[in-house]
């Protein structure tokens, strides 16, 4: 099965690949046989993969001592060749707007909202509006502060 289909660990690394160049791999992690005060370290992350699924190119098999997991560790590195193999773009990099017109990076402009100042309000109709839709006016005497 194709990596680059969901359900598998390694489909994060491959999900982005056009569907023309689906990826199969295997991931795993074997034991280093020792046991030390990290027990991150006890294991070496494993991949090999082969792309295109249906008429391979290009293989891959790699091994990370101490990578956490195969897809973590060792499948980073093929995803980094087979992006180079086949001319996929950095999985990474922004997506560049341009306006074709001036060819500059697209800006927006938006206009900042009007917000009515509560001291030029002054006008006992509109704090009564307030005051029928359940406001309270605050008392100074009301006011507590916390230290």
């Known amino acids: ?79 980094d060749i087979l992006e180079q193999y086949f001319g996929i773009k950095d999985h990474l990099a922004e997506p560049e707007t341009t306006d074709i017109q001036t060819n500059r990076p697209e800006t927006i402009t938006m206009n900042e909202p009007e917000v009515p100042s509560i001291t030029d309000a002054g006008n006992d109709e509109e704090v009564s509006e307030f005051d029928e839709e359940g406001h309270e006016e605050m008392k100074d005497d009301e006011v507590t502060t916390v230290p």
């Open 1 to 79: 099965l194709a990596v680059t289909e969901p359900g598998g660990t390694a489909h994060f690394l491959f999900y982005h690949f056009p569907p023309e160049i689906q990826v199969g791999a295997k991931t795993g992690t074997a034991e280093t046989g020792r046991r030390g005060d990290d027990s991150k370290k006890d294991f070496f992350g494993t991949f090999v993969a082969f792309a295109p699924f249906d008429n391979p190119e290009i293989a891959f098999a790699g091994i990370v001592e101490y990578g956490p997991s195969g897809s973590g560790s060792a499948g980073l590195v093929c995803r």
